[in-house]
T-cell receptor, first 111, second 111 residues
Framework: QKEVEQNSGPLSVPEGAIASLNCTYS??????FFWYRQYSGKSPELIMS????GDKEDGRFTAQLNKASQYVSLLIRDSQPSDSATYLC???????????FGSGTKLNVKP | DGGITQSPKYLFRKEGQNVTLSCEQN?????MYWYRQDPGQGLRLIYY???????QKGDIAEGYSVSREKKESFPLTVTSAQKNPTAFYLC??????????FGPGTRLTVL
């Protein structure tokens, strides 16, 4: 079993819709969780960090964490074509030293 | 300007040759990381370092070596023992346990 699992997609949504990206993780002791956006051929850039159960909002982005279910999600409201990218979920392992990355979900926002 | 720099952007290696990828950061981060990304895949950890003169193997360390003589610098050597080195190499840094920030990456191709 992989440490972090994501649906590879592609996930296609129309412009203006809500995109919902999901991630599950296996280490119950994981402490912190991150979402990165990666455009083709570029390096990942941090979108959101979340450390406690519940929702965290930043502009059009909302991260949701449920530690009991070992599940973290990212919602993108009012999706734009510029949001088309691969979204990587990352989990900081219990020893605080190692990050585990999912293989990413490719999002296509259609004009 | 604070950030992480990687050089070169593109690198070509001949069979049996060692090559060194540079990574420098001026964010005053203690932790630094090297990842490898293959097309359509997630990130795999090669090596990481929490403090100067100390580093740990990641999940795919075979055929790679690193040094951490200065806080700002974490070079990666791809040795001839790495049989399939063609990939996108990403360096990252962080405060230990917190979000990682990535450099622009080095694309290595074996001729």
């Amino acid at each position: 079993q992989k440490e972090v699992e994501q649906n590879s997609g592609p996930l296609s949504v129309p412009e203006g819709a809500i995109a919902s990206l999901n991630c599950t993780y296996s280490d119950r002791g994981s402490q912190s969780f991150f979402w990165y956006r990666q455009y083709s051929g570029k390096s990942p850039e941090l979108i959101m960090s979340i450390y406690s159960n519940g929702d965290k909002e930043d502009g059009r982005f909302t991260a949701q964490l449920n530690k009991a279910s070992q599940y973290v999600s990212l919602l993108i409201r009012d999706s734009q074509p510029s949001d088309s990218a691969t979204y990587l979920c990352a989990v900081n392992a219990n020893n605080f030293n190692k990050f585990y990355f999912g293989s990413g979900t490719k999002l296509n926002v259609k004009p | 300007d604070g950030g992480i720099t990687q050089s070169p952007k593109y690198l070509f290696r001949k069979e049996g040759q060692n090559v060194t990828l540079s990574c420098e950061q001026n964010l005053n981060h203690d932790a630094m990381y090297w990842y490898r990304q293959d097309p359509g895949q997630g990130l795999r950890l090669i090596y990481y370092s929490q403090i100067v003169n100390d580093f740990q193997k990641g999940d795919i360390a075979e055929g790679y070596s690193v040094s951490r003589e200065k806080k700002e610098s974490f070079p990666l050597t791809v040795t001839s023992a790495q049989k399939n080195p063609t990939a996108f190499y990403l360096c990252a840094s962080s405060i230990v346990g917190r979000e990682q920030f990535f450099g622009p990456g080095t694309r290595l191709t074996v001729l």
